[in-house]
């Protein structure tokens, strides 16, 4: 289990190892110098410009490294980064340096970013003057869970003069976990509590007919609905008295992973795996914030986790935790299995969210008759993904035969999603046919309409 503890918060002084680099502009003059002794055979007077050069070579490399090496100026770094990253975001990262050198230096930060970003060239090349701070930021994408080793600072060092340079190394080392997309989630959260969804591509859902659940007497004001009034109330008061409906609460919005081989396609470098537990977790925290319960189960070709329906404090991070610890065992998955374990353990009337991918309608038909079973007693949504990779392909001008008969494959494609789709509607059976991107919009959209028009 990942500690916070191992986040370092002090500053860490890098240590000055003595590591000596001679630049490329000191091998650059360096041949230079060596030119002009070649030269210096057939033409005697430019062999006493080669060794006056020489001279003040030397001087000049010397010069450089008293600066460097004999003055008392070190070199501090801190890495500022959270305590954990999250899936599929853009997550920032600070650099803070602090330099006690009596003079600029012009300097290279390789930082040991984690063997999971592939990024062997990763440097930063800037400067800091004497005696000042500075910061470096950059981002860090991850895209898959688990964790992320960081490993030393590394600051290569040189004076304005750039003959040598001198290495500095800091003990950086830290492990992070990468959890499901909690930045996501916040700024859902927060456009939510600012009722700015609309800038993030959730719709505005006009409600249809009345809220359903009581919720308190208070007095008229212009504009409300007469059928509202409540006229013993008023008689009582002597005042105009309404009563006042909320959307029904408390209702039940549980999230299925199928943790099979068929999410383990991979699109924009995430496995579709990971965009439904992004997406899950999303979903979870709009739901408990429209006052209803969360749950999720994973399954395979056996139930791997299940977080019954709840909202109570601390319920989300139970979600989060289990969410992170998500992996697929590559199995054909068992739908019977799944019906069973929800015929057994939900009782009251849910909202059933089904991540999986069915590429090909025969493997669809194949679970329909538990998909049916489990719409019979829930509301069952199923999530299926637009394959975008052969979309852009179907839409790509044909040139020769073979590039026409690729085409009308994969037009077919497309079409058997949307076959699908109504297929799913048949059963009376709602769908979600979405890019994996797009997910978690849609995704909320499809779960506020739901709630304005009362399915659940």
């Not at 000191?26 to 006056?52: D, E, K, N, Q, S």
């Not at 700024?187 to 969804?197: G, H, Q």
């Not at 008759?369 to 790509?396: D, G, W």
Request: charged share 25%; glycine share 6%; proline share 4%.
């Amino acid at each position: 289990m990942f500690s916070p503890s191992k986040f370092h918060d002090k500053p860490k002084l890098l240590k000055g190892n003595r590591t000596l680099y001679f630049s490329n502009r000191f091998f650059t003059a360096l041949l230079g110098v060596v030119l002009l002794f070649t030269l210096g055979y057939p033409f005697p007077w430019i062999f006493i410009v080669a060794r006056f050069a020489l001279v003040i070579l030397a001087a000049t490399v010397l010069i450089d490294l008293l600066w460097l090496f004999a003055s008392k100026g070190k070199i501090s770094v801190k890495r500022k980064i959270g305590i954990r990253l999250s899936l599929g975001d853009e997550n920032p990262v600070t650099l803070q340096l602090k330099s006690s050198f009596p003079f600029q230096l012009k300097i290279e930060i390789i930082d040991e970013v984690p063997s999971q970003f592939q990024k062997r060239d990763f440097y930063i090349k800037s400067h800091i003057g004497a005696g000042k701070r500075k910061n470096f930021n950059y981002f860090l994408k991850p895209l898959s869970r688990g964790e992320y080793e960081f490993g030393q600072t590394r600051v290569i060092a040189g004076t304005l003069l750039g003959l040598v340079q001198r290495r500095f190394s800091a003990g950086n080392e830290q492990m992070l976990p990468v959890y499901p997309s909690f930045i996501s989630m916040r700024k859902f959260e927060l456009m939510s509590i600012s009722n700015r969804l609309e800038d993030i591509g959730i719709k505005r859902i006009r409600k249809i007919g009345q809220h359903s659940e009581f919720d308190q007497i208070r007095e008229y004001v212009p504009g409300d609905d007469s059928r509202t009034l409540n006229w013993k109330a008023t008689a009582r008061k002597g005042a105009l008295m309404v009563n006042q409906y909320q959307d029904e609460r408390s209702q039940q919005v549980i999230s299925l992973l199928d943790m099979g081989r068929v999410m383990e396609m991979p699109f924009e470098g995430m496995a579709l795996l990971d965009y439904a537990i992004n997406a899950s977790l999303v979903i979870s925290n709009t739901a408990m914030l429209k006052h209803d319960k969360a749950g999720l189960i994973s399954f395979s070709n056996q139930l791997h986790s299940l977080v019954s329906p709840d909202r109570r404090g601390g319920h989300m991070q139970r979600i989060l935790e289990t969410l992170y610890n998500q992996k697929t065992d590559f199995s054909e998955s068992s739908y019977e299995r799944l019906y069973a374990a929800i015929h057994s353990r939900i009782r009251q009337r849910s909202l059933l969210v089904l991540y999986t991918n069915f590429e090909g309608l025969p493997s669809l038909k194949r679970q329909l008759p538990y998909l049916q079973k489990l719409a019979s007693k829930h509301l069952l949504l199923v999530v299926i993904f637009e394959n975008t990779e052969v979309k852009q392909l179907a839409a790509n001008e044909s040139k020769n035969l073979q590039e026409v008969y690729i085409h009308a494959i994969a037009r077919k494609f497309i079409h058997d999603k949307k076959v699908m789709c109504n297929e799913l509607k048949r059963y009376g059976i709602l769908s979600l046919l979405t890019r994996p991107e797009e997910l978690s919009v849609n995704l909320i959209n499809k779960y506020l309409e739901i709630k304005a028009r009362e399915l659940i």
